[in-house]
Nanobody, 127 residues
């Protein structure tokens, strides 16, 4: 079993930046990809970005392109999400998720393709 713990959430003004981190412990040697999803109040959880263990594949939602950057540190078993130019539509609880088996890149944006989830970290953006 893998434990995923997100950190780095908080409150920032529109246009500001936050860096989220997801720390994985447990059966970390076998993860194939890690993803970030978010869920705003009253909305369904949506995909933000994902990265493979090798770093060779990254997939971004249109809303994240050009503003968010995902990175991983395999030695530390962490995956970070740098979020710049935050907008009023970005506030949500942000979750990291792990997938263990190889899958096509297009599937990395699908929520039910992930095996384990963190508890989430709140991001608030004030205008």
């Amino acid at each position: 079993q893998v434990q995923l713990v997100e950190s780095g959430g908080g409150s920032v003004q529109a246009g500001g930046s936050l860096r989220l981190s997801c720390a994985a412990s447990g059966r970390t040697f076998s993860w194939y990809a890690m993803g970030w999803f978010r869920q705003a109040p009253g909305k369904e959880r949506e995909f933000v970005v994902a990265i493979t263990w090798s770093g060779g594949t990254t997939v971004y939602a249109d809303s994240a392109k050009g503003r968010f950057t995902i990175s991983r540190d395999n030695a530390k078993n962490t995956v970070d999400l740098q979020m710049n130019n935050l907008k009023p539509e970005d506030p949500a609880v942000y979750y990291c998720a792990a997938r263990y088996m190889r899958v096509e890149a297009a599937a990395l944006s699908i929520e039910n393709r992930y095996n384990d989830w963190g508890q989430g970290t709140q991001v608030t953006v004030s205008s």
